[in-house]
Nanobody, 122 residues
Framework: VQLQASGGGLVRIGGSLRLSCAASGLSHSTISWFRQAPGKERDFVAAIRRIGGSTKYADSAKGRFTISLDSTKNTVYLQMNSLKPEDTAVYYC??????????????????WGQGTLVTVSS
């Protein structure tokens, strides 16, 4: 499994970013985005089923973030709008085979790429 997250950067409050996760070697049913702020634990952001396209979001992401999948490119995207300072973190994508009810648990993920840093500032 290889994961390459990109698209992070510095953005102003209220701005938007689109993160990309290019994946290869996958046989997993779900790909998710997590984030980790300095000194904090890694938190679930969003997940998408590779077959069917079902999605799930953390409460903090609902209404602002959209996860999507381009199967032809084996790439998962995270469109982030109305960004807030508390969205500042390193964002990671990761695949899992866990049942849908468990996709928000980072302990169910075993492959992590290098992440991409998102900084939201005024």
């Amino acid at each position: 499994v290889q994961l390459q997250a990109s698209g992070g950067g510095l953005v102003r409050i209220g701005g938007s970013l689109r993160l990309s996760c290019a994946a290869s070697g996958l046989s997993h049913s779900t790909i998710s985005w997590f984030r980790q702020a300095p000194g904090k634990e890694r938190d679930f952001v969003a997940a998408i089923r590779r077959i069917g396209g079902s999605t799930k979001y953390a409460d903090s992401a609902k209404g602002r973030f959209t996860i999507s999948l381009d199967s032809t490119k084996n790439t998962v995207y995270l469109q982030m709008n109305s960004l807030k300072p508390e969205d500042t973190a390193v964002y990671y994508c990761s695949p899992t085979r866990v049942v849908w009810s468990g996709v928000s648990d980072p302990r169910q993920y075993h492959y992590w790429g290098q992440g991409t840093l998102v900084t939201v500032s005024s």
